[in-house]
């Protein structure tokens, strides 16, 4: 049974929901979001929660029923506070900066990587190197970061490339290590 599906998503103030039979459109102050809805699965306003509702009880509805909840729980939490992802940059030499919509990244290469963000991802970078990203739908900011990571992976000898600022690399020994 899934535990999540049955928990009902708040909805704060300010936020407006249309629900067109599978079809859910969220708006809040940081834009809107919309996204189809599987047809196993139904949503009902009560107040001011959301509550999913599934309309039979086979192993596979109720998965979907969690995954539905937490899908339209984060266009929900994204309307109105929005997700941020942040990226650390190290290594000699390496940096970042934001021009437009473009951000223009040299690390290690003979040329510098003018990454494309896409439309409703912004970034900055701060004097450290360190690329915040700010998006209202936490799957478009997630694999944004996640092709700018790829960019330049971090290795594991010195450390450098891009990562995530949460993210921990295990450091290896180099070959000296391996002498003794």
């Known amino acids: 049974m899934s535990r ?14 249309d629900i067109n039979g599978t079809f859910v459109k969220v708006t809040g102050s940081k834009g809107t979001l919309e996204r189809n809805i ?3 699965i139904g949503l009902q306003e009560e107040g001011d929660n959301l509550i999913v509702v599934r309309k039979d009880n086979s192993k596979r509805t109720r998965a979907f029923s969690g995954l539905t ?3 339209v729980s984060n266009m929900i939490v994204g309307v109105d506070k929005g997700f941020q992802k942040k990226l650390a940059i190290e290594g000699v030499g390496y940096r970042a900066e934001v021009k437009g919509s473009v951000l223009n990244l040299s690390v290690g290469y003979s040329n510098p990587v ?7 991802v912004t ?7 360190n690329v915040t990203l700010d998006c209202n739908d936490k799957e478009l900011l997630g694999e944004t970061a996640a092709k700018i990571r790829a960019v330049r992976p971090p290795e594991p000898y010195k ?12 450091r290896k020994a180099g070959k000296s290590a391996s002498k003794k």
């Open 4 to 17: 999540i599906g049955n928990q009902p998503i708040p909805v704060p103030k300010g936020v407006k929901l």
């Open 38 to 40: 599987r047809p196993e």
């Open 69 to 71: 909840r937490t899908l």
């Open 114 to 120: 003018a990454f494309e963000l896409p439309l409703g």
């Open 123 to 129: 970034a900055e970078v701060d004097k450290l190197n």
């Open 159 to 170: 450390g450098k490339g891009i990562r995530y600022t949460d993210e921990h690399i295990v």
